[in-house]
T-cell receptor
Framework: KAGVTQTPRYLIKTRGQQVTLSCSPI?????VSWYQQTPGQGLQFLFEYFSETQRNKGNFPGRFSGRQFSNSRSEMNVSTLELGDSALYLC????????????FGQGTRLTVV | AQSVTQPDIHITVSEGASLELRCNYSYGATPYLFWYVQSPGQGLQLLLK??????LVQGIKGFEAEFKRSQSSFNLRKPSVHWSDAAEYFC??????????????FGTGTQLKVEL
């Protein structure tokens, strides 16, 4: 059974640019959540998508957005990049039920210069 | 609001020694609790989870954790540490959100170093 796949693994972008990250969940999983991991703030919840709808959102500015496709694949977009957006972005896949286990991808390392 | 505290930022143990990583949580209802491990540059791997029932849960790689409601704790243990266990360990509480989904709130992590 294939795990969670995130692409690309590494990205370098310039301030002011935008970026799109991709996540393919485990087959049969309808929920995809995104987390940002930084040394200063740790792991923080960005948002969750379930059946193509954003079900929950964390406390991040509107520059962070996402979407989910009918095959459950999800993309996350960050517009007008800031230096502080440099982080490891992790995608988690689950069945989306209460207390479901979340399975994480290897992450996308975004560096903003 | 839910929160997770991992009081130990760094822990060093000798290979073969026992290990206990501490985790305290704050959550208004019965929590879903998880332990994850992260190797450098990698994602998070689930070690074990607690939903309900038996308060001592077994996980992968020989890890176990005990849920103690009275102490709001969910400490991770391993009887004999292997050099390959060196990594960062995260405790998390899963909360059910108004929208029907759930999210994980993580502790700040404990970096484990294993001395040979």
């Amino acid at each position: 059974k294939a795990g969670v796949t995130q692409t690309p693994r590494y990205l370098i972008k310039t301030r002011g640019q935008q970026v799109t990250l991709s996540c393919s969940p485990i087959s049969g999983h309808r929920s995809v959540s995104w987390y940002q991991q930084t040394p200063g703030q740790g792991l923080q919840f960005l948002f969750e998508y379930f059946s193509e709808t954003q079900r929950n959102k964390g406390n991040f500015p509107g520059r962070f957005s996402g979407r989910q496709f009918s095959n459950s694949r999800s993309e996350m977009n960050v517009s007008t990049l800031e230096l502080g957006d440099s982080a490891l972005y992790l995608c988690a896949s689950s069945l989306g039920l209460a207390g479901s286990e979340a399975f994480f991808g290897q992450g996308t390392r975004l560096t903003v210069v | 609001a839910q929160s997770v505290t991992q009081p130990d930022i760094h822990i060093t143990v000798s290979e073969g020694a026992s290990l206990e990583l501490r985790c305290n949580y704050s959550y208004g209802a019965t929590p879903y609790l998880f332990w994850y491990v992260q190797s450098p540059g990698q994602g998070l791997q689930l070690l074990l989870k607690y939903f309900s029932g038996d308060t001592l849960v077994q996980g992968i790689k020989g890890f176990e954790a005990e849920f103690k409601r009275s102490q709001s704790s969910f400490n991770l243990r391993k009887p004999s540490v292997h050099w390959s266990d060196a990594a960062e360990y995260f405790c998390a509480v899963g909360s059910i959100l108004t929208g029907g989904g759930n999210k994980l709130t993580f502790g700040t992590g404990t970096q484990l170093k294993v001395e040979l």
